[in-house]
C-alpha cells in the first residue's frame, strides 16, 4: 500500500485552468500505475486518466481528452494532472490513485486511494 495526498484543487471559472498535484509515500512509486478519478455526489467514481509505471502510456475518459494531461515524476514520487479549458461538469472531488497493475484505466486495479481535492468550476 501507499499514502497518497492530492493538492491543488479549488475554483475556477469555466475555460480557465487548475494543475492538480498528488504526493506519495514510499521508495517504490516507479512500481505503481497512478490514475486520476473523480466523483460527484450520488454518482459513480469516474476514470479520468491514468499513466503506467515508467509514465510512458497515457489513458484518458474521452470526456477529458485534449484538455488534461497526466504526467509523473518517479523522483519526486508525484503525479500531475494539468486541466486546461475547465467546464462545469469537471466540477467534482478529483481522488488520486495507485495500481500494482503496470497500465491500466479500471477502479478495480487501484488499491490505494487519497483522500481527494474539490474541483469547482463556475460559469
Known amino acids: 500500500q501507499v499514502q497518497l495526498v492530492e493538492s491543488g484543487g479549488g475554483l475556477v471559472q469555466a475555460g480557465g485552468s487548475l494543475r492538480l498535484s498528488c504526493a506519495a509515500s514510499?521508495?517504490?512509486?516507479?512500481?505503481?500505475?497512478m490514475g486520476w478519478f473523480r466523483q460527484v455526489p450520488g454518482k459513480e467514481r469516474e476514470f479520468v486518466a491514468t499513466?503506467?509505471?515508467?509514465?510512458?502510456?497515457?489513458y484518458y475518459a474521452d470526456s477529458v481528452k485534449g484538455r488534461f494531461t497526466i504526467s509523473r515524476d518517479n523522483a519526486k514520487n508525484t503525479v500531475s494532472l494539468q486541466m486546461n479549458s475547465l467546464k462545469p461538469e469537471d466540477t467534482a472531488v478529483y481522488i488520486c490513485?495507485?495500481?500494482?497493475?503496470?497500465?491500466?484505466?479500471?477502479?478495480?486495479?487501484?488499491?490505494?486511494w487519497g483522500q481527494g481535492t474539490q474541483v469547482t468550476v463556475s460559469s
Open positions: 499513466i503506467s509505471r515508467g509514465g510512458g502510456i497515457t
Open positions: 490513485a495507485a495500481s500494482r497493475q503496470i497500465a491500466t484505466t479500471a477502479v478495480s486495479d487501484f488499491g490505494s
Open positions: 514510499g521508495r517504490t512509486f516507479s512500481s505503481y500505475a
